[in-house]
């Protein structure tokens, strides 16, 4: 074992995780569709699939990607579609295709959307129609050939699907006009999916699962190459985590609110619910928080996952008094720091814990966590079967228990690399399989991890990662902005905010022109909040921009 792995886990935890049944996500997802064909899959506003349904389903789909679009194993397919039906049937399409999936942020600017098809190479992508208009203005100079189109009403039930889609299209106007004349609606490829035959893809460990986007240090996102090996290994390191939790419900409930395209909600609720059988309710829309207190109160669930800002919003809707948290057994805060006074005020008025968890895109992401039964002590937990962690000095020497400095894994989560970045891998990995975090902690002496610090200049908004870079080289490309640097500053509802500190080439630029520029070129969680103006920024004598000096001004 290695210096800092435990000597000991909690009782059902095994220290080694023993050889998963499953060597793909197609494989484990089909072991569900055979088991637990008359089980609720998934729920979206009233409207439930079964495994069943989503075995049929998601098989037309990967009929239609391999044979009327002709996309083979490995090819890139991107999915740009919030927490609705689709994206289950989609997905476990596209692994039964032997492709690649490629999550993207619906909320994404045509900037950002065409650097990550370009970077991935995909050449199919899945999108609700009210995100369609950015990737019209885009598509000409990305390798999408094939767009497959569809509509937040497509999957309910008759007639609140045509009267959901009529409502958005027509009243609240929420669907902006757009042209992709080769598109196809995404119900009219399943009709033609319905009509063919899959060939079988061999698909094993080594093949690559995912491409999933996280922050650039150079100022564009890369993309995390997550293999089958990874996803199905953390998949199989949280249920043994798990065990124990739910020997008194049947099939596991677990309310998704975080969006799937994230790897948190992906991993955490989507993939391990699906291995379980279990039944995930879809929040298509968390910001309507009334809504989504109303949503969560229709269910007695089981599992609740969530952000520090998300379990902040919820307490203060008048909606949450009205929700029946008796069945809950788990509830995981991860994505950024829950606050101690959150943590109490949850726990009173639910009953409920909350565990807090670590992990990191690149991670798959689950890493460490809590042991369930416990109560919020500020620690992120203990490693995961089968994950080392080790504390590090900036020379990469091991440091002792009890010692400040970087937290890094080990471990059959972490990933296989950054997509085409050579580069950016080698800064991250260690030799012997070890990945460099950027976090700063330290383990106790009963083995349980801390985070002190952020290494990285990295910003965490709501649970998202946000690379200071990116925001400094969209600031730095209007016209009188000479040089920009991003600083993270604290929030009450956000955890933290992005502020620019800029130098203007003359006095013409206001505040509001780089708010604004900001606002066209970036999503919103990476939208600076406040601008300062200096005539001058610190710097060190080689000329590299101090942003600790900024955060300590």
């Known amino acids: 074992m290695e210096k800092l792995r435990l000597k000991s886990y909690p009782k059902g935890m095994p220290a080694e995780l023993p050889p998963p049944e499953s060597r793909s996500l197609r494989e484990m997802v089909e072991r569900t569709f055979a088991k637990h064909a008359d089980r609720a899959a998934y729920t979206n506003m009233g409207t439930t699939i079964s495994y069943g349904d989503l075995d049929r389903l998601s098989m037309q789909f990967a009929c239609y990607l391999q044979q009327t679009l002709g996309l083979t194993r490995g090819e890139r397919v991107a999915i740009m579609l ?22 993207v942020n619906p909320m994404y600017t045509g900037r950002e959307l065409e650097h990550q098809l370009k970077d991935s190479g995909a050449r199919c992508i899945i999108i609700l129609e009210n995100f369609a208009h950015t ?8 390798p999408v050939r094939h767009t497959l189109v569809t509509a937040i009403g497509d999957f309910l039930s008759f007639p609140k699907g045509l009267l959901t889609n009529f409502v958005l299209r027509h009243v609240k106007r929420t669907v902006p006009k757009y042209s992709l004349p080769n598109s196809i609606n995404f119900k009219a490829a399943l009709q033609i999916g319905a009509m063919q035959k899959l060939q079988l893809v061999d698909l094993g460990f080594a093949d690559i699962a995912f491409l ?8 564009v996102s890369k993309g995390a190459m997550l293999s089958h090996r990874n996803m199905v290994c953390n998949v199989e390191q949280t249920i043994l985590w798990q065990a124990g939790a739910y020997t008194d419900v049947g099939a596991i409930v677990a309310i998704t609110a975080l969006p799937l395209y994230h790897i948190f909600s992906l991993q955490g609720n989507c993939l391990t619910l699906m291995a379980q059988g279990g039944h995930n309710v879809l929040i298509t829309n968390p910001r309507d928080f009334e809504a989504f207190a ?13 952000v520090n800002t998300m379990f902040a919003a919820l307490m203060n809707t008048a909606n949450f008094a009205k929700i029946d948290f008796s069945a809950l057994r788990v509830c995981v805060g991860g994505g950024m720091a829950v606050q101690p006074a959150i943590a109490k005020e949850w726990r009173k008025r639910t009953g409920s814990p909350i565990l807090q968890g670590y992990g990191l895109t690149e991670t798959s992401p689950a890493a460490i ?3 369930i039964g416990e109560e919020f002590s500020g620690s992120i937990g203990i490693p995961l079967s089968s994950t080392s962690v080790s504390i590090r000095d900036d020379d990469s020497k091991e440091l002792a228990l009890g010692e400040i400095g970087e937290i890094c894994i080990k471990g059959p989560q972490v990933m296989e690399g950054y997509w085409h970045r050579s580069d950016e891998t080698a800064k991250v990995m260690l030799p012997g399989g070890w990945l460099r975090t ?19 200049d990295m910003i965490i908004v709501s649970g998202f990662n946000v690379y200071p870079n990116e925001v400094e080289n969209v600031v730095v490309e209007m016209e009188g902005i000479l040089e920009a640097a991003a600083i993270a500053v604290p929030d009450e509802h956000s955890g933290e905010v ?35 103006f200096r005539d001058s920024l610190p710097k060190t004598n080689v000329g590299k921009i101090l942003r600790r000096a900024l955060r300590e001004s």
Do not use: W
């Open 294 to 306: 109303k949503e969560m109160a229709r269910y007695p669930f089981n599992l609740f996952t969530g």
């Open 212 to 219: 999933q986007y996280t922050g650039g240090t150079t100022g």
């Open 369 to 371: 966590v809590n042991p």
């Open 82 to 103: 919030p927490n609705i039906l689709q994206y289950p049937v989609a997905l476990c399409g596209i692994f039964r295709a032997g492709c690649v999936v490629v999550n």
């Open 135 to 142: 990737l019209a203005d885009v598509i000409e100079h990305t």
């Open 498 to 532: 992005i502020k620019v500190f800029a130098v203007r080439k003359n006095n013409s630029v206001s505040e509001q022109d780089v708010l604004d520029h900001c606002r066209a070129n970036l999503t919103n969680y990476k939208r600076p909040k406040s601008v300062e």
């Open 438 to 456: 950027g976090d700063i902690g330290r383990i106790d002496e009963r083995g349980y991890v801390f985070i002190e610090d952020r290494k990285k």
